[in-house]
């Protein structure tokens, strides 16, 4: 099991970004895959999970109405869709895969990626 997260960078308070996490060497339609941050000084925390199993899970509720999910089988890639970003949003982002069902402790991680919102 593979993942790798990407489109992490700077932005300003109140802005978007999306990120990636592209997915490899297992079948992508029997996992589910989450994202989580881990901001500075403080513990990882779930924040959406999407499984085919289960949908969509939320770990956060500070997210909703600005966090999205979705994934793309075709690609083997899960996506976070970030909006209204605040500088409390500045973390490393992680995904992380668990067969079946959403985990908020999956067994295969990926390298995170850093968010910095500014204000």
């Known amino acids: 099991v593979q993942l790798q997260a990407s489109g992490g960078g700077l932005v300003q308070a109140g802005g978007s970004l999306r990120l990636s996490c592209a997915a490899s060497?297992?079948?992508?339609?029997?996992?589910?895959i989450a994202w989580y941050l881990q901001a500075p000084g403080k513990e990882r925390e779930g924040i959406l999970c999407?499984?085919?199993?289960?949908?969509?899970?939320y770990y956060s509720d500070s997210v909703k109405g600005r966090f999205a999910i979705s994934s793309d089988s075709s690609k083997n890639t899960v996506y976070l869709q970030m909006n209204s970003l605040t500088t409390e949003d500045t973390a490393i982002y992680y995904c992380?895969?668990?067969?079946?069902?959403?985990?908020?402790?999956?067994?295969?991680w990926g390298h995170g990626t850093q968010v910095t919102v500014s204000s």
């Open positions: 999407i499984s085919s199993r289960e949908g969509i899970t």
């Open positions: 992380g895969a668990e067969h079946d069902y959403c985990s908020r402790y999956p067994g295969h």
């Open positions: 060497g297992f079948i992508f339609d029997d996992y589910s």
